[in-house]
């Protein structure tokens, strides 16, 4: 019996590969479509919580706006930490709270942080990078800032799994130019990483973010992909970009960026919830006190991490992965398309609006 060609080996395995993305997405999307009216916009602009908060928020100054959910919480406690004695950092922030647990303990453990209620129960459990309800989560990001928008108010949409050097209160974004601005995933191309992004209440913002909620309501795709595409394509919105060296992801971590130290850090890459404090605290970015009490923080801990800002060490080897090191072969094929222009526009319209489908692997 002639055994099979090893190309007829990989053509089954590539076959099966697009076939498990396809019922991947059939059943992320099935989730979606059971929930999306907890997340809906209609819904969000009418929560009695987001107008109160709206209301109190400047017009001469933008909120930060972080989203959690009760898995969330020593994540959100150690960015507390880290930015505690940063001016204005928390009388400007706004946690959105998407159960009573997490509601409940932030008020408990940080009375004076002004939160925002939004329960939703689909995304009260963990979830990961690709699946369903993480699809909610893109949905659920996507119309809050069209409610907060709504309102005629400004705001940087912000992630608490992020070291602080500095604060982003400092960071201008008032480029007449631009109607969004948004963080990198490389410094190589335009690639939006989707963390962080200040957004203006323009009638183009307004009108990105409701294309970009409709559209992530039906079509299986990350978030930041699909908003790099509309940014390269749609015309809908002036998007800038904020430079790599001030908000820097987890490349930082195998020393090979130059120059002075970065603002920001964020710990992305990691497509499991529980694992990013655990790295941070292991190269020593966690700034909880030892002990049940999640209010009391770790000062000298904070104030350690300029040396590890300066000294470049590669943790690389410490912290990376199997979702980091794919996360890192994608990225390199993202910066090798937008190398030329032919790549780029395959990149605009073709990858990115189908990213999920085209990392097989993940």
Not at 249 to 275: A, M
């Amino acid at each position: 019996m002639k055994r099979p060609s090893f190309l007829k080996l990989f053509g089954l395995g590539f076959l099966l590969l697009i076939v498990r993305k396809i019922v991947v997405a059939c059943m992320a999307m099935y989730i979606v479509w059971q929930n999306w009216e907890d997340v809906g916009f209609e819904r969000l602009i009418k929560n009695p919580s987001l107008q109160n908060a709206v209301s109190e928020m400047p017009f001469n100054k933008s909120g930060l706006v972080l989203i959690l959910n009760r898995h969330a919480l020593n994540m959100t406690f150690n960015w507390l930490c880290n930015t505690q004695n940063m001016p204005g950092v928390h009388e400007n922030a706004y946690i959105v709270t998407l159960d009573q647990e997490s509601s409940f303990a932030l008020k408990k453990t940080w009375p004076n942080v002004k939160q925002i209620n939004i329960v939703v129960p689909g995304l009260k459990d963990p979830f990961n990078y690709g699946d369903g309800y993480y699809q909610l989560f893109y949905l659920f990001r996507a119309n809050l800032a069209r409610a907060i928008l709504h309102y005629n108010k400004s705001f940087w949409m912000i992630q608490q799994d992020t070291f602080w050097n500095d604060s982003l209160l400092n960071v201008s974004a008032d480029d007449e130019e631009v109607d969004i601005v948004f963080d990198r995933a490389s410094d190589k191309g335009p690639l939006v990483a989707g963390g962080y992004y200040h957004a203006k209440p323009t009638s183009n913002s307004k009108n990105y973010f409701a294309k970009l909620a409709k559209d992530i309501s039906w079509w299986y795709a990350p978030d930041n992909a699909y908003m790099t595409a509309m940014c390269e394509v749609s015309g809908l919105a002036k998007c800038g970009r904020l430079s790599f060296d001030m908000i820097t992801n987890w490349q930082w971590l195998q020393g090979s960026l130059t120059g002075v130290p970065p603002k920001f850090i964020q710990f992305d890459g990691e497509t499991k919830l529980g694992g990013k404090l655990a790295k941070m605290r292991q190269i020593g970015f966690y700034f909880l006190a030892d002990g049940d009490d999640q209010s009391t923080c770790n000062i000298t801990s904070v104030e350690n991490t300029k040396y590890l800002l300066e000294s470049k060490i590669s943790q690389w080897d410490k912290v990376a992965s199997s979702s980091h090191k794919q996360f890192k072969m994608y990225q390199d094929i993202v910066d090798t398309f937008y190398s030329t222009w032919i790549g780029a526009a395959v990149m605009n319209h073709f990858i990115l609006p189908y990213a999920h489908y085209c990392m097989l692997s993940m």
